[in-house]
């Protein structure tokens, strides 16, 4: 499986690790940013390009970073086709996949464990989507409300 990741400072080191984890368990990472250690980054730098990049890579997940995760949810969801959920427990990780079909999981990278983290990463990755009569139908309206955006 192929998965987009990004960051600003705020989870660069948190993304460096999850990266070399991923990529020993197998997975292939395309690392998005950002590259080095920038106080003063700004987010949307990286993570609109990663959302970009999942929804143009069908079959691909997403694993964004922020210190709390909310303003890189914010900046992925406004990505036509992404659906960024903000991933705090083991539960949230399985239910944006089942029942939101998520492609992007958003991580507060500081409120978390390393280990906390890649067990959130792994349930989100490792997890897929129900097809659901009443979450395909839910997902439908979001796609129809998005489409009539561009009208």
Do not use: C, W
């Amino acid at each position: 499986m192929r998965v987009h990741v990004g960051t600003d400072h705020a989870a660069f080191e948190l993304k460096n690790y999850v990266v070399q984890v991923l990529t020993q368990r197998g997975y292939e990472v395309i690392d998005h940013g950002a590259d080095g250690y920038d106080s003063e980054d700004d987010y949307p730098i990286y993570i609109i390009p990663t959302a970009e990049a999942v929804v143009g890579d069908p079959g691909s997940l997403g694993i964004i970073f922020g210190g709390s995760g909310n303003g890189e949810l914010i900046a992925a969801n406004k990505v036509r086709g992404a659906r960024a959920a903000l991933i705090h427990s083991h539960d949230t990780a399985l239910l944006a996949r089942q029942h939101n079909n998520a492609n992007i999981a958003s991580i507060g990278g500081r409120l978390h464990s390393k280990q906390q983290v890649i067990d959130l990463v792994l349930a989100f990755l490792a997890t897929d989507y129900s097809h659901a009569v009443r979450h395909t139908r839910r997902l439908g309206i979001i796609s129809a409300y998005e489409d009539s955006l561009s009208s």
